[in-house]
């Protein structure tokens, strides 16, 4: 279960990753070493997840919650296009991640 745990958490640093890379391109360039960290704790998350979750589960779900979560925190707090479409493909990423999740 720690495993599953640690693969959430991978996801969410990398979806507060991308979101620290935003104010970074922004202009905010003293963000720089909180991406750089963001992005080493998913790694390191998502490496541990590994140690028991297959690598391709772990990546297809790790990279599942970065885009789901990244369309969603762009349309909430940056008022990205709100389509049915793109609420659709994010629920087909959700989807598919529990998918993956009940069979691996």
Do not use: N, P
Not at 31 to 36: K, M, N, S
Not at 37 to 42: D, E, K, M, V, Y
């Amino acid at each position: 279960m720690i495993h599953w745990i640690m693969l959430l958490a991978a996801g969410l640093m990398e979806v507060f990753g991308v979101i620290v890379m935003k104010r970074f391109v922004d202009g905010q360039r003293l963000y720089l070493l909180a991406i750089i960290g963001c992005f080493a704790l998913s790694f390191t998350c998502l490496s541990v997840a590994m140690q028991e979750i297959s690598m391709g589960v772990a990546y297809a779900i790790w990279t599942g919650i970065g885009a789901a979560g990244g369309v969603i925190v762009g349309v909430v707090f940056y008022k990205e296009d709100r389509s049915l479409l793109k609420l659709l493909c994010v629920c087909v990423i959700i989807a598919a991640s529990i998918g993956l999740k009940a069979i691996g």
